[in-house]
């Protein structure tokens, strides 16, 4: 007997990434934020006092209801974040490494995470991480050990699931690096991200209650 095949959970949407670049911002599909927006979200991040990344993330991003919630300064955000949050720790990272975080990541095109299978806020942690262990593309124990954290970001974000949302890869990003970077001798104070989101409602594509850090409901 012959089975008929199951509807998809999804409805696929094939779309290129030429298409998806030049997407209106504001659109669900586009992951918009020009140069102006991450220079902004780049200059607040070294300004922050925190030394709880997740905390200063929440609070830089709850500032203004006009940038739109999916960006590629994400791809900028949690790597400057990570290092800020070191420095003000009292362990010595330098401007110039906060600049060579900053300049990694605005390399990192909008929708990679779909398109390449590298998402950017994940890429932008493993730029802080690979600054810190010294990496470089010649480099042999530093090389494997960053790619070894960066399948860690990967597989996290698999298993969390769902659809694209910068701020969940962002928490992904930090709730995965922090025990990572305290084995390198830079811990932070821990925090606790399940349920902690509080951009869901102006994310259209928002997993709702299928994502762990969406709002536990009273």
Known sequence: MTTQPQEPRRKIRRISF??????????SCACSGGEQITNLASLAARQIEATRPAEAFDDLLSRSDE????GVWHHVLVGEI????????GYPI??????EVTDRGRQIPGGSCGFLGTCGALA???SAYAI?????PVATEARERLLDFCARLAARLAEVGGSRGCKKSSYVALETAQPQFAKLGFELPKEDFEGRCRFFSANDTCDGRDCVYFPKQS
């Open 132 to 136: 810190l262990l010294g990496s470089t």
């Open 82 to 89: 990570l290092l800020t949050c070191m420095r003000n720790a």
């Open 18 to 27: 030429a298409d998806f670049r030049s997407a209106v911002p504001g659109d």
């Open 67 to 70: 940038a739109p919630v999916h």
């Open 94 to 99: 330098s401007e110039e490494l906060i600049d």
């Open 124 to 126: 932008s942690a493993a």
